[in-house]
């Protein structure tokens, strides 16, 4: 191994062990009955971050002297079953894709981090959230780095359950955890999708390296080495999975609902990372998007129909963080259509700009009263509200309706519940119900004590 | 056979039985609990003893040195295999955390001299390969939890009608073959036609899937959920007898065809009782079907036949085992100190015992095999091999483990959370209890990050149970769909 090949090893090992020891730190700490303080969880955050942040730049520094495209970085086997060519390859790599999206991530993750310190302070749930979004920056870090997609499926995964956790940090509350719950619902549908499409990838390639899968060349040059009926099954599974990912339509409904959670982890999900995975995934795989006319028309109607649901929808909001959670929709709609169209770089450069933007955004939103009340005073008068250019030629049935689409959210839940739900709850109520008729028709007594469990026992009148 | 260089096996099953008949004679004494946590400690250090001594001989099967029960059974009854080397110390484990998580004010209807019991016969079942004693041994196992729901004045019809028929699928199907197949070599059986077999293989299925509570045989579990002690209903179901008798029983003269069929229904069973496990109003009920749909993968797995579905198989029972145990503790602890938990509304326990709140999450992830966790590897192998096998079908491990993820979650969130602190009386874990969530904790991480062993000695066992079967056709025909093994270096 050369000089400069050791380098990239020690450099490429750092970030992605950095964001792993964090969380191996706060979420052990509780476990041994040993929590540590404020301080100590802020410093421990600000250095990973920066453990993973740095030695990311040293990376693309050399990389960008050197003229290397592309520097995999190989940390062996985690499972192997030689035999059956069972591999589970811990192989991350920094290529023009992975670089931008962690360098991104880290210092997104900085920012808000740093701002998380004053905002929390002396929250109880402090150290709660700090564990949540160091599964989260080991989730993104991973996600952003992985060859293959195994280890992408890994860190897709830790992004999903400390958003659905964090959506649910206010747990004293019962909103918020329905919205986590959703959140979470939502998400393990995709993931399954997800896991479908990676192993209908397995079988149909043979490997789950993002290298194998492609013929030639390096992102974004390579071409599938599948065909395009492959390409369109496979495709299809991961435009479900980035859907449910990104809140693409008709998935859109859990967005409005994250909001339930702190405005840091708004900001850095919502806004900014965790919503922007899904056109992570599909610019990873774009070559295989590629491979199939019919699945790049869908991947450009979903974006549309997704950026118009989102422009439409984040209007008519009463609320400011889930109305930027809808522009944010409409942003990540138009860059799905920038990789319907093939145009990693502008989706890319679109990505980075839009979370940095909107990050912003979601961090000044509790003092946006504060900001209109400023402006105000200095104008003189009230800010002008202007009319949606062109609204005056559409009729206003259409106008009125558009505005009952948006208010509702596009009955996109409405939908699901009435159609997915609905039906799923009551055909397993109905087996429920023939399991009690079939256990009450056995037995001698009621055959359910369950039916007699308190409501509360815990109240403090009959606890312990 | 090689030999084991101490009677581990003899050793670690009398143990419990002897601390069964002591506790018996203490009677009703203080400490009592402390004794029985002794004695399951002691049983697990023996078997963790026997799985040392077992891997470092570095042979497929072997028994007891010192065989001193030689007067009552073969030599060959009570073997230890690479199959069974490592469900013994899960099996002792299983006990041992559970009676660590008894409050000594739940001890009176707990009876921990039936734990030791069935101790005692669930690792004799364990160490027994294919025989009249391992028969005999699954159907004497039923008899403590019946021995409770008479003690508690409950009905006993449900449970007795389902175990009556497990027995009597169990002696006539093996009757049946002893019959037809002569002398039976480790369950094995040369030269047979499979019509000859087709019967008393059905029967040892019928037998075997009913222990496992496939659909529609699981009446007798949730039952058992509803009217034994929790306890009791844990240490009876977590430990997957079932699926071990598929393994001795049914695996080594069924075609594959024929169990590949059956695996369709431990795979509609999955999605079935996820399904269920969602919408279930009380949390006993809920833990039950979520370890019906985890031991149907795990049945599902054994039944593919394949390697890496065997493989995929084996590594989810370890970790069903231990997730679920534990996921299971945790409820019992809350119950201990509430009573049962209605799943209707929300409880806010988190601030009265947040080291429990993060177990529950913690093994409810290792349940759904979330990475890092001792069930990822598992379930990724399970998933691979059965859509291996069924391309179509196969998909629908993925959907079970997607409807087990949201019921945890939920289940998490109900239990834990949406509720400001109804009560200040503080239910922190004892440290009994601490304890047992700290060695659960440690081994579903500790098998989640470093699951290389794990997955090789597993895929070893895999590969030598496929090539037993190979060995000993019992059909010329409809052989094809096992998968081809390059030669072993055992």
Redesign the interface.
């Known amino acids: 191994m050369s000089a400069l090949e050791t380098t990239f090893q020690v450099l490429g090992t750092a970030v992605i062990v950095s964001p792993l020891l964090l969380l191996a730190i706060l979420g052990l700490a509780p476990l041994v009955s040993r929590p540590l303080s404020e301080g100590a969880i802020s410093r421990l955050t600000q250095a990973a971050v920066l453990f993973a942040l740095l030695p990311a730049i040293g990376i693309l520094l050399i990389m960008l002297a050197t003229g290397i495209r592309y520097v995999p970085i190989e940390l062996g086997n985690w499972v192997t079953i030689e035999e059956q060519q069972f591999h589970f390859h811990l192989k991350f790599v920094f290529d023009r894709l992975s670089i931008p999206f962690l360098i991104l991530s880290c210092v997104l993750c900085g920012v808000v981090g740093a701002f998380t310190r004053r905002y929390l302070h002396r929250e109880e749930g402090y150290a709660r959230f700090f564990l949540f979004y160091a599964l989260f920056f080991c989730g993104m870090v991973l996600s952003s780095l992985a060859s293959t997609i195994e280890t992408l499926f890994v860190g897709w995964e830790m992004v999903g359950l400390s958003s659905a956790l964090l959506v649910a940090y206010f747990h004293e509350r019962t909103n918020p955890v329905r919205n986590g719950q959703r959140v979470w619902s939502i998400y393990r549908l995709s993931d399954a999708a997800f896991l479908i499409a990676a192993i209908t990838m397995h079988h149909l390639t043979g490997k789950g390296d993002f290298g194998g899968l492609l013929s030639s060349g390096i992102w974004p040059e390579g071409t599938a080495a599948m065909t395009s009926g492959q390409a369109l099954l496979v495709g299809t599974l991961l435009l479900i999975a980035a859907a449910g990912k990104s809140a693409l339509f008709p998935f859109s409904g859990w967005l409005p609902r994250a909001m339930e959670g702190p405005t840091p982890s708004s900001a850095i999900f919502y806004g900014a990372l965790s919503v922007h995975l899904g056109a992570f995934l599909l610019l990873r795989l774009s070559p295989i998007l590629e491979a199939s006319l019919l699945l790049q028309c869908m991947v450009i109607g979903l974006g549309v129909v997704s950026a118009v649901c989102g422009a439409v929808m984040s209007r008519v909001q009463n609320d400011i963080k889930v109305s930027l959670a809808y522009a944010s929709l409409t942003q990540v709609g138009m860059i799905v259509v920038e990789i319907g169209f093939g145009l990693e770089y502008l989706a890319l450069i679109h990505i980075m700009g839009h979370a940095s933007l909107r990050t912003m955004q979601l961090l000044r939103a509790p003092t946006l009263l504060r900001d209109y009340n400023e402006l105000e005073n200095k104008l003189g008068s009230r800010l002008p509200h202007d009319a949606l250019l062109g609204s005056r030629w559409v009729p206003l049935w259409v106008q009125r309706w558009g505005y009952r689409f948006g208010f509702d959210r596009g009955f996109m839940d409405v939908v699901l519940d009435k159609w997915i739900v609905g039906p799923f709850v009551r055909l397993f109520r109905f087996f429920d119900s023939l399991e009690r008729r079939t256990t009450d028709l056995l037995s001698t007594e009621a055959s359910r004590e369950s039916d007699d469990a308190m409501l509360h026992p815990e109240d403090m009148n009959t606890a312990a | 056979m090689s030999e084991l260089h101490f009677p581990w096996i003899e050793v670690s099953i009398l143990v419990p039985l002897l601390g069964a008949v002591w506790i018996h004679l203490l009677g009703d004494r203080d400490h009592i609990l402390h004794y029985a946590i002794g004695i399951c400690t002691t049983t697990l250090v023996l078997t963790i003893g026997e799985l040392v001594d077992f891997l470092s001989i570095g042979t497929f099967e072997a028994h007891d040195h010192w065989p001193y029960l030689n007067w009552i059974f073969h030599p060959d009854v009570f073997v230890v295999d690479e199959l069974s080397a490592f469900q013994l110390p899960l099996v002792a484990l299983i006990f041992l955390v559970t009676v660590m998580s008894t409050l000594r004010t739940k001890a009176p209807r707990f009876s921990l001299k039936l734990a030791l019991v069935s101790e005692t016969l669930v690792l004799a079942t364990f160490s027994c390969r294919s025989s009249w004693t391992l028969v005999a041994l699954l159907i004497a196992a039923t008899i403590p939890p019946y021995l409770e729901l008479k003690n508690r004045n409950?009905?006993t019809?449900?449970y007795v009608?389902h175990m009556s028929i497990f027995a009597g699928l169990l002696v006539t199907g093996y009757g049946w073959l002893v019959v037809v197949a002569g002398p039976i070599d480790g369950g094995y059986v040369d030269g047979i036609n499979v019509s000859t077999l087709l019967v008393p293989g059905a029967l040892l299925t019928a037998a075997a899937l009913l222990r496992s509570g496939i659909c529609p045989l699981h009446?007798w579990m949730?039952?058992l959920f509803?009217?034994g002690t929790f306890g009791t209903a844990i240490l009876f179901t977590t430990p997957l007898i079932g699926s071990y008798a598929v393994m001795r029983l049914v695996l080594p003269i069924a075609p594959s065809w024929a169990l590949q069929s059956i695996a369709v229904l431990s795979l509609v069973t999955a999605v079935?009782a996820g399904?269920?496990a969602?919408?279930?109003?009380?949390a006993?009920?809920m833990f039950c079907y979520l370890l019906l749909s985890q031991s149907a993968l795990v049945l599902a797995g054994l039944e593919l036949v394949t390697?890496?579905g065997l493989?995929g198989a084996l590594c989810l029972w370890l970790s069903v085992g231990m997730s679920l145990t534990g996921f299971g503790i945790t409820l019992r602890c809350i119950e201990a100190?509430?009573?049962?938990?209605?799943l209707?509304?929300?409880?806010?326990?988190?601030q009265?015992m947040?080291?429990l709140a993060?177990f529950f999450l913690l093994t409810g992830?290792a349940v759904i095999g979330?990475?890092?966790t001792i069930g990822f590897?598992g379930m990724?192998?399970l998933?691979?091999g059965a859509?291996?096998v069924y391309?179509l079908v196969g998909?629908m491990v993925?959907?079970a483990?997607?409807l087990c993820?949201?019921t945890v979650?939920?289940a998490y969130?109900r239990i834990?959370?949406?509720?400001?602190?109804?009560?200040?009386?503080p239910?922190h874990a004892r440290p009994a209890e601490r304890i047992a969530v700290?060695i659960l904790?440690a081994l579903i991480l500790g098998g989640g990050l470093i699951?290389?062993p794990g997955?090789?000695s597993r895929?070893h066992a895999a590969?030598e149970l496929t090539r037993q079967r190979q060995a000993h056709p019992v059909s010329e025909s409809n052989e094809a769909t096992v998968a081809p093994?390059?030669a072993t270096d055992h």
Not at chain 2, 337 to 342: D, Q, T, Y
Not at chain 2, 416 to 425: A, E, K, P
Request: glycine residues 6%; aromatic residues 8%.
């Open positions: 409950r009905c019809r449900i009608l009446l949730t039952d509803e009217k079935y399904g269920m969602l919408i279930q109003r009380e006993r009920r390697p890496i493989t100190r509430i009573s049962r938990v209605a209707v509304d929300y409880h806010g326990l988190y009265q947040p080291m993060g992830l979330f990475p890092a590897v990724e192998l998933i691979e859509v291996d391309p998909t993925v959907i483990a997607a993820g949201i979650l939920s969130f834990f959370t949406g509720h400001s602190n109804r009560t200040l009386v239910m700290l904790t699951p290389q997955v090789a895929y590969k093994l390059e």
